[in-house]
């Protein structure tokens, strides 16, 4: 078990351009969770799957984010035409869903759009 | 509406000395609560966590929390710390079914040598 991995660690953009990130979650784990953490705040829920089925979606995920999660295992996050107010740490978490909420964090991407 | 409050942004203590970190939750129905510990430039590690059953929960790093209904706190605390908890704590609460996690703001410790 090599617990969550996301990559890139680092992503600095220009605004405007698109991004992806990538999570790859713990292998036994049906659920994966999507937050974003801006500097001095706590994380904010984005999505969440069950295997593969994206079952929730929070306000703050405008049009421009999408999340997929094919085949129920690794997950990616698009952000299209970025904007500076998208820089934060993108983190990504998995757990079996009867652990509710007792997650294994990934060591987040940051991402800084200038 | 889901919420936690943690009330202290900062909080510095000397090495060995005694900790509590405060929490506060606004919850509907029986919460799922939990705490979280983030090192600068790392992810979250789960604390501990508490769904039922015996208030006193106990976790790793010698780190225990108190669940008081009557007070809506789940108050994360520590006999002695030590240079390496150095970090920022984050509490959260659940609703349980789908794990979707509200946190607080968080608490940044500083320990004193």
């Known amino acids: 078990d090599t617990g969550v991995s996301q990559n890139p660690r680092h992503k600095i953009t220009k605004r405007g351009q698109n991004v992806t990130f990538r999570c790859d979650p713990i292998s036994e784990h049906n659920r994966l969770y999507w937050y974003r953490q801006t500097l001095g705040q706590g994380p904010e829920f984005l999505t969440y799957f069950q295997n593969e089925a994206q079952l929730e979606k929070s306000r703050l995920l405008s049009d421009r984010f999408s999340a997929e999660r094919p085949k129920g295992s690794f997950s990616t996050l698009e952000i299209q035409r970025t904007e500076q107010g998208d820089s934060a740490m993108y983190l990504c978490?998995?757990?079996?869903?009867?652990?509710?909420?007792?997650?294994?964090f990934g060591s987040g991407t940051r991402l800084t759009v200038v | 509406a889901q919420s936690v409050t943690q009330p202290d942004i900062h909080i510095t203590v000397s090495e060995g000395a005694s900790l509590e970190l405060r929490c506060n939750y606004s919850?509907?129905?029986?919460?799922?609560l939990f705490w979280y510990v983030q090192s600068p430039g790392q992810g979250l590690q789960l604390l501990l966590k508490?769904?039922?059953?015996?208030?006193l929960v106990q976790g790793i790093k010698g780190f225990e929390a108190e669940f008081k209904r009557s007070q809506s706190s789940f108050n994360l605390r520590k006999p002695s710390v030590h240079w390496s908890d150095a970090a920022e704590y984050f509490c959260a609460v659940g609703s349980g079914n789908t794990g979707k996690l509200i946190f607080g703001q968080g608490t940044t410790l500083q320990v004193k040598p």
């Open positions: 978490a998995s757990s079996l869903a009867n652990d509710r909420g007792g997650y294994t």
């Open positions: 508490y769904f039922s059953g015996d208030t």
């Open positions: 919850y509907g129905a029986t919460p799922y």
